[in-house]
């Protein structure tokens, strides 16, 4: 298993990893991250500073991936972790766990005060996770993401693991 930063030629990988966990799984498609535009373009959505996407390969083949990149439509100092899927056969592995704790290192290695985050009801193993490592459920969205179909809304801080 490999984990490093996505490549241009793996724009078309990664978004069917995406789009397959969406209907694997049986999960909303509107208002989600299976409807954004950037999906099929998402080594140049995460061109920008401040923002990173990771991919996960295993024999040559992407099982996954999950990136930060600044909250839209916030002017707080506030990143938010993106696009965190994994295939069927990747879950349960750790490779979860590992791959946020590197996203929220380059968080506070990108100097933001806090990772706030969207997700399904249905998705408890991945609330789980984020309850892991310390995010906390908010009662509003932040920002605007335009994943209106994203009812769980969490938050960790990350000023304090900077100190």
């Known amino acids: 298993m490999k984990l490093r930063e996505i490549q241009l030629e793996d724009n078309e990988q990664i978004a069917q990893v ?12 509107t208002g989600t991250a299976f409807a954004d535009t950037q999906l099929d373009f998402m080594y140049e959505a995460y061109l920008n500073p401040k923002t990173i996407y990771y991919v996960v390969e295993e024999n040559d083949i992407i099982i996954g991936g999950g990136g930060i990149g ?7 100092n506030i990143c938010e972790l ?8 990747a879950r349960g592995r750790g490779i979860g766990m590992q791959l946020i704790n590197i996203c ?7 100097g933001y005060d806090k990772c ?6 249905e998705m408890l193993n991945a609330q789980n996770l ?6 906390t459920y908010l009662s ?3 920002g605007g993401t ?14 304090t693991i900077n100190e």
């Open 18 to 29: 995406i789009r397959d966990v969406f209907i694997a799984d049986g999960y909303q498609k």
């Open 70 to 76: 600044k909250l839209d439509n916030s002017d707080e």
């Open 82 to 89: 993106q696009k965190m899927y994994f295939l069927q056969e």
């Open 104 to 110: 929220l290192q380059k968080a506070i290695e990108f």
């Open 116 to 121: 706030y985050l969207e997700t399904l009801p």
């Open 130 to 135: 984020y309850k892991k490592v310390g995010f």
């Open 140 to 142: 509003n969205p932040l």
């Open 146 to 159: 335009g994943h209106t179909s994203c009812p769980v809304w969490m938050i960790k801080d990350l000023i």
